[in-house]
């Protein structure tokens, strides 16, 4: 009889402007780009870790190569210090609607964050990119019920929201434009 612990989470090594986490039901063999996550609550750990949030901690916990711009490099010990809500925060109503959206999410082509959050797709130069631009009503309905249930969990109120937002905006946009100057 097994530990009822899955490896069915999967975390990329890195990250570019497209911020996303697997899940893997099937336990498809993983290389050392792909790290497996172990839990009991696979889906809502998957779920949980595609919020915006966690994002935020990623963004401010990784690194890039040399020290320059671009892909945003997280090792296992990175991904162990990003804050993650743990499951049994939420509510039985909460996970039904953290299921419904992560669902959706993962039905879905996965976009940039900045399309992800209503603004445009960016230009070569991200000069189109205002991370003051952001609005909730322009976020993607599924990504802002996902974003929803973990800001509630944590008391946020709106304004502290789009701060969220807006840092993780600002700070993959200089990580990218940073790439491009070097």
Known sequence: MGSGIDDNVV???????????????????????????????????AALAISHLFQLSTELIGR????????LDIDVT??????????????????????KAFEQIANRKIKSVFEELGLPKPNRDYSNICPEAISLDKVLPDRRELDAVIVEVLGLTEEEQ??????VVEL???????ARSM
């Open 11 to 45: 975390f990329p090594e890195r990250q570019q402007a497209r911020f996303f986490i697997l899940f893997n039901p099937a336990s498809v063999f993983l290389n050392k780009s792909f790290y497996g996550v172990k839990t009991k609550s696979s889906k809502f750990v």
């Open 64 to 71: 890039t190569p040399g020290g320059g711009g671009g892909p």
């Open 78 to 99: 990175m991904a162990e210090k990003s804050i993650i809500l743990h499951p049994s925060t939420l509510t039985f109503s909460r996970c039904q609607r953290l299921e």
């Open 162 to 167: 789009l701060a969220v937002y807006r840092a």
């Open 172 to 178: 993959v946009k200089n990580r990218l434009i940073k």
